[in-house]
Antibody, heavy 116, light 107 residues
Framework: EVQLVESGGGLVQPGGSLRLSCEAS????????MHWVRQVSGKGLMWVSR????????NYADSVKGRFTVSRDNAKNTLYLQMNSLRAEDTAVYYC?????????WGQGTTVTVSS | DIQMTQSPSSLSASVGDRVTITCRAS??????LGWYQQKPGKAPKRLIY???SLQSGVPSRFSGSGSGTEFTLTISSLQPEDFATYYC?????????FGQGTKVEVK
């Protein structure tokens, strides 16, 4: 069964850092584009970042560019999102998503709260 | 950035109704569009990809159409489990962008 399981969310102070992980099963992350999408509670969805099968190819939303970094560990079949200089507006549920003709398989999400 | 304008933002319908949701792109996106269903507290689930292709396992009462700038999701006969929020997503150009969502509520 194809599955994505995120972890690493939590409460962090403004200006702090957090690393999200997304462990995949049932497929190989290095064979697909992989994405992060976030959702503020009660609001819509926002695409955050993408990593290509070629790890040098990444894209980011303007609001996170320079602060967030997406990466992958092929041996662990795991996707990461390193989030630095966090702001209150980064508070959201973060979803890891497999990219196939858009976004096909979603994880259950992990909650990040940025607050003092 | 490509703007996706989704309408309506909400609608009230009854079981058995035909429901139509529209997304308009601010520029042409070919058929690089998907439709997603989200229920409270759950991750989104893809219903339609490539504008009109039904995702495996999704009931045939869901259908998508359109190309270029105008797209439609249709539920032919609304079922109790279909009350949810629906989003379109364009993946033609980065940053990928979602519509604002359509909440389908019980009339």
């Amino acid at each position: 069964e194809v599955q994505l399981v995120e972890s690493g969310g939590g409460l962090v102070q403004p200006g702090g850092s957090l690393r999200l992980s997304c462990e995949a099963s049932g497929f190989t992350v290095s064979s697909y584009w992989m994405h992060w999408v976030r959702q503020v509670s009660g609001k819509g969805l926002m695409w955050v970042s993408r990593i290509d099968t070629d790890v040098s190819a990444t894209n980011y939303a303007d609001s996170v560019k320079g602060r967030f970094t997406v990466s992958r560990d092929n041996a662990k079949n795991t996707l990461y999102l390193q989030m630095n200089s966090l702001r209150a507006e980064d508070t959201a549920v973060y979803y890891c998503v497999r990219g196939l003709w858009g976004l096909d398989v979603w994880g259950q999400g992990t909650t990040v709260t940025v607050s003092s | 950035d490509i703007q996706m304008t989704q309408s309506p933002s909400s609608l009230s319908a009854s079981v058995g109704d035909r429901v139509t949701i529209t997304c308009r792109a601010s520029q042409g996106i070919r058929n690089d569009l998907g439709w997603y269903q989200q229920k409270p507290g759950k991750a989104p689930k893809r219903l339609i990809y490539a504008a009109s292709s039904l995702q495996s396992g999704v009931p045939s009462r869901f259908s998508g159409s359109g190309s270029g700038t105008e797209f439609t999701l249709t539920i032919s006969s609304l079922q109790p489990e279909d009350f949810a929020t629906y989003y379109c997503l364009q993946h033609n150009n980065y940053p990928w962008t979602f519509g604002q969502g359509t909440k389908v509520e019980v009339k």
